[in-house]
């Protein structure tokens, strides 16, 4: 791949290659050890309807709001991953049409054959509604949700050294038989200033964001949820922040170089909401909410029955809600077009709202 390229890749080239490669790739291999529960199942990581089929049921809360206010019968999810969040989901929704309302049929973007596989055997109880794509359609009617969806998305990095700025991206050193960083001059910038003169590392977001702009482009009535690790911008660029927020995962243990053990380990990067929400309004969309994970779901009544709960499940759902664990590094945007945006808010920005701090 180096030797197309002159010997230098961005680092999102770098990253899509390391992540999506349709055989080397850490996602589209479809490892086991991907999606898990905790440290002692050999995951790599835990996502949240993994940890409690109680985020599914909370979330379905909102999918069904949306549907009922926006009239459409759709959801499409990116990255449905185990399929996890698919069952609680449909599950929910199922409960919610229980009056004999037309079913919903649940649609997955998956580029992973192996994961698509997985999923169908998870989701056998709904054969027949649901329905796997390799691309979003050209027009939507529905909810759209993105779970730990945005951070997966190759960043490029930025690198100010000496009051220069640089994109850094990789090259392989052929004497010592691995990737190394290089650096090289560049016209592009953070979306803000970063005060001081001090070296400084970060990322900017120009495929996520594109990915949100197609979205906006597509979604005729609807609504679109997503949920993931991130800031607004004038905290993703903190001049404190000097490192960035590039990190890879595997086992359960992070650390912070990319470069080694490439397809074997997740790469993520914080989001930036600020430019998402940016992002989405240059295509019509209208900003419905943003707030923390923990106050999305308290809205939308995770507690609802919990203390009735089993102590394990209530241990695993509060993990979803409680600052020093999801509830405060996660965060939730909601997003619509014009048209599905009048006359409703969604259950989860009903209280504690921060679009103001976007």
Known sequence: MLGESGGWLSFDRFMAIALYHPQAGYYASGADGIFGYGPSDGSDFVTAPVLSARFGATMARVVAQALRETGTRAVWEFGAGSGALAAQLLTGLDLADSGGA????????????????????????????????????????????????????????????????????????????????????????????????????????????????????????????????????????????????????????????????????????HVNFTGIALAAQQVGLEVLGYTSQGRFLLNAGLLDGLDEAPLPERAAALKLVHEHEMGELFKVIGLAPRASSRGWVPMGFAHGDRTHAL
């Open 102 to 269: 037309q079913p919903v049929q649940y649609h997955i973007i998956e580029l992973s054959a192996t994961l698509r596989e997985r999923q169908a055997e998870r989701l056998a109880r709904w054969s027949g509604r649901v329905h796997w794509h390799d691309r979003l359609a050209e027009g939507i009617d529905g909810v759209v949700l993105g779970n730990e969806v945005l951070d997966a998305m190759p960043v490029k990095l930025l690198q100010r050294i000496d009051g220069v700025w640089h994109e850094r991206g990789v090259a392989w050193d052929e004497a010592a038989g691995r990737f190394v960083w290089q650096d090289r001059a560049t016209e592009l910038r953070p979306p803000c200033a970063i005060d001081g003169m001090h070296d400084y590392l970060t990322e900017i977001h120009p495929q996520a964001e594109a990915f949100v702009r197609t979205v906006g482009e597509r979604l005729r009535r609807g609504a679109a949820f997503f949920i993931d690790y991130g800031f607004p911008e004038h905290e993703y660029y903190h001049p404190q922040r000097a490192m960035g927020t590039l990190m890879c995962h595997r086992a359960h243990r992070a650390d912070a170089d990319p470069l080694s053990d490439v397809g074997s380990k997740d790469i993520t990067a």
